[in-house]
Structure formats: structure tokens, C-alpha cells
């Protein structure tokens, strides 16, 4: 079996008499990707903010890495990085410093060179990050989320916004993230992301979770219940086509 | 250097956020050049005010060279300001009912025309309006102490009693001075309230501050940079209106400088601690705009800042004494102006501490990050 790394049971939100996220129960293994899907307002962001100690948990509880969330959310923060919404940054400060101010945080110095070259922006240190475009700008609120290297890393819809070549660039970064042994939790609503990325997902609806399995166990079950696709037999789609002519290696 | 994990944050924030300031145009005109303009402003209203002058129309309708030397000596005195624009009488009426004139001295046509062959005599009028009676008392009896003497030159008389004037030594406080510490406080005021006001909101707009909630940093340690930011960014501006004062307005600085330093950053962190109260709770800008100027006009009309607070009635100085701004307005000048020390300036420094605490528990109650 598999460590268990976070354990969330009946938790629960609760804004005036709307339940946005009801009794929800689930278990992420170390080291895997693990995928919340659903429509918006499905409850995802919100149960990932609890989780992370952003906001307090009206029911259940959430243990990360044996720590009670509502217990101790500093300690929580201390292990895991967050990658919100929309990154937002101070306008008119480098990139290293943002670097430095995010781990000082932390109560740590940091070596931003080797970090943004790790995201192919070392070029762009000086910058500021309302210079930087939308891929960029992403892969750099991924890296400053990681300088002090989290244990749990919290990603809330990643790819919204993204061309398809950046979009394919931070599928990259986030398996490259999963092989150094960080456990990575990502929300979205693009079903192919998570059947790319996610070893496991769940897929959230009105505030519960409706289903949770591996992608490939959830189509197969969903075969087993006789379901039948319209046949196409396009061997490639647009997107292939766009990525083909335009390049998916987009590393300068 | 080491520096205790605990507060690297707080170095780390302050030292990016002064380089910041320093790198954004807006900020420095609000920071630097903005307070310059109200000093140069008010400077020129008050810098001079200290010696009283009378504005007034001189209507000379004689031809005599007597009259003719006597407007001219009247020109070059610095009580008096003619102005030479209201020549005739319509003009002059006019200008006094506006309140632009003090009043009008009218020489008539026999004025200092030699008559019976002896000497040069004639009786000049002053006109004012009910308004200006003071001035125009006043400028009676100084022409009537002119004539005096000039009487004296023709028709030797007896003066048993007389009186003469002194100006003693020791300088009493100028409009100026009075003006410069209002403004220093309007300045402080500018940046420790409608610094945050303006920004917080807009910074939890764009989610930076949700960011940094995702990261251990503390309240404390937050507003603790934005103290040590605000105090040294906000130093600098008020050393550069000092600057200005002395140089331009020959402001007379007798107190201690370092101790002057203490007092005004330990002021612009407290006024600081409102900015970041209603700036930290308010969610938009909506709630942070009408909350500041409910908080901000009272202090700066009541507190010294543009008029002192000696013209109020009492009852107003009372209210007026336990306003936040008050302290460090009357702090500042009885340490640049007076010569005093912090330990002179007991009740200000107690006051100060007194809304440091006030302030900051508020701040801390009302923050939100989002």
C-alpha cells in the first residue's frame, strides 16, 4: 500500500445556509497527481483552501502529513506550496526578488538563478512579472510557489488561460515536480489534463464528490455500463494540427 | 549579518518594498514632490505674513511737489502697499467692498500747497469700509504720527510726552512655523493613511495579498515591514521638506535633529497603523474611500494642520488635543521651533504611544487578506 499523505474526512463549508462543500471524504497517496474535476462552483477551490489553511473548516477535519489542519495552519504552510486562481504579484519587483521575499517567508534564503533557470527564466530575472506573458508568468508563480520544496504541492486550475503549447510546457513541469517525490494537487475543469496528468482523480459536483478512481478505471467503468461514444475515426484533431505546424517545443 | 528566521521577512519586505517606491513615478510624485507643492504653497501664503502690511489706493489729486514727495516716501515704506492699479475713486470703492483693499487715502487738490506764503499744509482723508475699520484706524493714526514729525519740521512745539519702541531680541514663533508643522503632520497624514487606503484594496483585488497568505508570513511581520518601510521612505521625504523650508522659507531649526528623527518616525508609523486599519479591513475601495475621509478631514482641520489651533474656541482645543495628529503637529514643532527634547514633550510622546497601541490593536483585529 501506498503512504498516505493527506486524509480528508466529511469535510464541510458552510456560507450562511449554502453548503458549498459537503461532507467531502478522499486520500492522496505520496508522490501521485491527484486531480479534483468539476464544473465551476463545483466546490473545488474552496475545498483546496481548506486544505491548505486558508480558511477555517466549519465540519470534519483534514490531516496533512499526520498535522491537523485546523490545529496547527502554520505547520500546515510550512509543507506546502500553493499555486492560486490567478498568480498575482507586487508590480515593479524583479523576479529574484520576488524569489527572496517568498522564502524569507519561510525564514530561508534562496538561490534564484538556479530556480528560474529551472523554468528557462533566468534571462527574465530582472524583469518584472507584469512583463512576463501568460505562460511565463504561470511558470514562474509555479516556481516561486516551490522555493522553500513542499512536501505537498496545491495546484487551482493551472492551464486556464494557456495556449496549447504553454499548457503542454506546464503538463511537463508538473511531472517533472511529481518525479522529485512532491506529491502534487491539482483542480481543472479540461477532462483531457487530467486524464494526462492525474493518477487518480475525483470528480466533484454540487459540493460532493461523485466519483474517485484512476481516469482509465473511470472510462472502463463507464464502458462496463454500456456506454457507447458517437464512432469518429479522425485519426488527429485541431490540436494536433496547431501543435504540429506551431511546435509543442516551446523551451526559449 | 545574521538575521533571526523570525524576522528575515520583515527586512526582506522592507528593504524590496523602499526600492519599490523608488522605482515607481506615481509613488514618488505622491511621496516627494506633492508634499513640496503644499509647502511651496502655504510657504508663500505664511512665510512672509509676519510683518503687517495695509493694501490700500493712494488717490493724489494735488499737483504740489510737497504731495508729490509724500506719496513718494509713503511708496517706499514696507508697512504700506499701494496699489497703483485703483486710481481713480470707483475703482478704489470697488476694491474695498471685495475686501481686496484695506482703504484709500485721498490727498485733495490743495494738498501741501504753500498757503499764506509760510509753509505747505492740506488735511488727507482715509476711506474704509465698516469691515476694515480696524485698518483703517490703524492707518490713521499712522499717518497722523508722520505728520507729526513733517508738522514738527514747519512749527516747533513742545512734545512733554513721548513714546519710543524696542525690539527685543528673542524671536517669537512665526505664521511659519506654525504652518510648517501643520504641514509636516499633512504630509505624515498623506502617506500613512492614504498610502495603504489606496493600495491595500488594490493589492487584494489583484490576489497579491491571498498569495501571501499561502505562505507562513505573519500579520505582525507584514505590518512590521510596512512600519519600517514607511518610516524610512517617509523620513527622507520630510528631511527634503525641511530642506526646502530652511533654505527657501529661512525656517530657524534650534532643536535636536536626531531627536527630531526619533519623534517624526515613530509618528509616521503610528498615523501608518490607520492606514493599514481601514486599509487592511476594508475589502474594496468602495468601503476604504469614505471611511478614510470620515477619519482623516476631522484630524486635519482640528489638529493644526493648515490654521493653529490657538484660533479655535476652547472647547475646541479640548476635543482637539486628543486627536492622534495633535501630538505629533505640536511634537514637532515645539522640538524644530522651541528647542525642546523628547522628555520636554512628555504629554505629546505619552499621547503618541497612547494611539500607537489603539491603532495597531485595531489594524490587527480588522486585517484581512482578501
Known amino acids: 500500500m501506498a503512504e498516505i499523505i493527506l486524509k480528508v474526512k466529511d469535510l464541510t463549508k458552510r456560507y450562511g445556509d449554502k453548503t458549498v462543500v459537503d461532507g467531502v471524504s478522499f486520500e492522496v497517496n505520496k508522490g501521485e497527481v491527484f486531480g479534483i474535476l468539476g464544473p465551476n462552483g463545483a466546490g473545488k477551490t474552496t475545498t483546496l483552501e481548506m486544505i491548505e489553511a486558508m480558511r477555517t473548516i466549519d465540519g470534519g477535519s483534514a490531516h496533512l502529513a499526520g498535522i491537523d489542519v485546523s490545529k496547527d495552519p502554520t505547520k500546515i504552510k510550512r509543507i506546502i506550496g500553493v499555486q492560486p486562481q490567478s498568480p498575482a504579484f507586487m508590480d515593479k519587483v524583479k523576479l529574484t526578488e520576488q524569489l527572496e521575499q517568498i522564502a524569507s517567508t519561510y525564514g530561508e534564503r534562496v538561490d534564484s538563478p538556479q530556480l528560474l533557470r529551472e523554468v528557462d527564466l533566468v534571462e527574465k530575472a530582472d524583469s518584472y512579472v507584469e512583463n512576463l506573458s501568460g505562460g511565463q508568468k504561470q511558470r514562474f508563480s509555479i516556481v516561486a510557489s516551490l522555493v522553500h520544496k513542499p512536501k505537498v504541492f496545491f495546484m487551482d486550475e493551472p492551464t486556464t488561460g494557456l495556449d496549447p503549447q504553454a499548457r503542454r510546457h506546464l503538463w511537463d513541469l508538473v511531472r517533472t515536480i511529481q518525479s522529485r517525490g512532491t506529491t502534487v494537487i491539482l483542480t481543472t475543469h479540461y477532462m483531457e489534463e487530467a486524464e494526462m496528468l492525474c493518477d487518480r482523480v475525483a470528480i466533484m459536483d454540487d459540493g460532493k464528490i461523485i466519483a474517485l478512481d484512476s481516469p482509465k478505471h473511470l472510462v472502463k467503468q463507464l464502458l462496463a455500463r454500456g456506454f457507447k461514444k458517437a464512432q469518429h475515426v479522425e485519426q488527429a484533431n485541431l490540436e494536433d494540427v496547431f501543435i504540429d505546424l506551431t511546435g509543442k517545443e516551446l523551451r526559449t | 549579518m545574521k538575521i533571526p528566521k523570525v524576522l528575515l521577512p520583515v527586512v526582506v519586505f522592507a528593504k524590496i518594498a523602499i526600492r519599490r517606491a523608488f522605482r515607481d513615478r506615481v509613488a514618488l510624485f505622491f511621496i516627494f514632490l506633492f508634499p513640496l507643492i503644499f509647502l511651496f504653497v502655504f510657504g508663500g501664503i505664511f512665510g512672509k505674513a509676519n510683518n503687517v502690511s495695509f493694501k490700500f489706493a493712494l488717490l493724489n489729486n494735488s499737483n504740489s511737489a510737497f504731495s508729490k514727495q509724500f506719496v513718494n516716501s509713503i511708496e517706499q515704506t514696507k508697512v504700506f502697499k499701494v496699489d497703483i492699479t485703483a486710481d481713480t475713486l470707483p475703482k478704489a470703492e470697488e476694491k474695498m467692498n471685495r475686501g481686496q483693499l484695506d482703504a484709500t487715502i485721498v490727498l485733495p487738490a490743495d494738498f501741501g500747497v504753500v498757503k499764506n506764503g509760510q509753509y505747505p499744509s492740506g488735511a488727507a482723508q482715509v476711506l474704509y469700509t465698516q469691515n476694515n475699520e480696524q485698518a483703517g484706524q490703524t492707518l490713521t493714526s ?102 526646502v523650508a530652511i533654505s527657501v522659507f529661512h525656517l530657524k531649526v534650534v532643536g535636536n535633529y536626531v531627536e527630531l528623527a526619533v519623534f517624526l518616525a515613530a509618528s509616521i508609523i503610528m498615523i501608518l497603523g490607520i492606514g493599514l486599519a481601514i486599509g487592511g479591513w476594508a475589502k474594496n475601495e468602495r468601503q476604504a474611500a469614505p471611511l478614510s475621509n470620515i477619519v482623516v478631514f476631522p484630524m486635519l482641520f482640528l489638529s493644526g494642520t493648515f490654521f493653529p489651533r490657538f484660533l479655535m474656541p476652547p472647547w475646541l482645543q479640548k476635543v482637539s488635543n486628543f486627536l492622534p495628529l495633535t501630538p505629533v503637529i505640536d511634537g514637532v514643532r515645539l522640538m524644530a521651533t522651541e528647542g525642546k527634547n523628547l522628555l520636554q514633550i512628555g504629554p505629546q510622546v505619552e499621547l503618541l504611544a497612547v494611539w500607537m497601541v489603539v491603532v495597531y490593536m485595531i489594524a490587527f483585529r480588522t486585517f484581512r487578506w482578501e
Open chain 2, 142 to 243: 499712522v499717518m497722523q504720527a508722520q505728520f507729526q514729525s513733517i508738522n514738527a519740521k514747519y512749527v516747533t512745539s513742545q512734545t512733554p510726552f513721548t513714546v519710543t519702541s524696542k525690539e527685543l531680541n528673542t524671536k517669537s514663533l512665526s505664521q511659519f512655523d506654525y504652518t510648517f508643522s501643520g504641514l509636516l503632520g499633512f504630509s505624515i497624514i498623506g502617506l500613512g493613511v492614504f498610502g495603504p487606503v489606496n493600495v491595500f484594496p488594490e493589492l487584494k483585488k489583484q490576489g497579491v495579498l491571498k498569495r501571501l497568505h499561502t505562505t507562513p508570513l505573519k500579520v505582525w511581520q507584514y505590518f512590521l515591514a510596512n512600519a519600517l518601510s514607511q518610516a524610512v521612505i517617509g523620513l527622507v521625504s520630510l528631511a527634503l521638506m525641511f530642506a
